[in-house]
């Protein structure tokens, strides 16, 4: 099993900047990738970014050059900085930790972007 605590979410005017936080704890060495999804009112849940344990990175082009993904392996965290927001940004962003056949999830954290 692992564990996933998100931190960081909250409300925001367009332009502003958040960054989240999602520490991750258990099977630690099971985990392959460690990424971020996202979930609006009315939508499927979308990838957002996503980071190897080496540190490869893949992003959705909506987010490319103002949402940036990195990990602390030592803390077993996993950080999204995002920037330039816009209101089509809100949604629930959850973490997920990619570990082999199974998939964990956090609980969620709510980006509000305000126009």
């Known amino acids: 099993q692992v564990q996933l605590v998100e931190s960081g979410g909250g409300l925001v005017q367009a332009g502003g900047s958040l960054r989240l936080s999602c520490a991750a704890s258990g099977r630690i060495f099971s985990i392959n990738a460690l990424g971020w999804y996202r979930q609006a009112p009315g939508k499927q849940r979308e990838l957002v970014a996503a980071?190897?344990?080496?540190?490869?990175?893949n992003y959705a082009d909506a987010v490319k050059g103002r949402f940036t993904i990195s990990r602390d392996n030592a803390k077993n965290t996993v950080y999204l900085q995002l920037n330039s927001l816009k209101p089509e940004d809100t949604a629930v962003y959850y973490c997920n930790a990619d570990s082999g056949p199974f998939d964990y999830w956090g609980q969620g954290t709510q980006v509000t972007v305000s126009s």
């Open positions: 980071i190897t344990y080496g540190g490869s990175t």
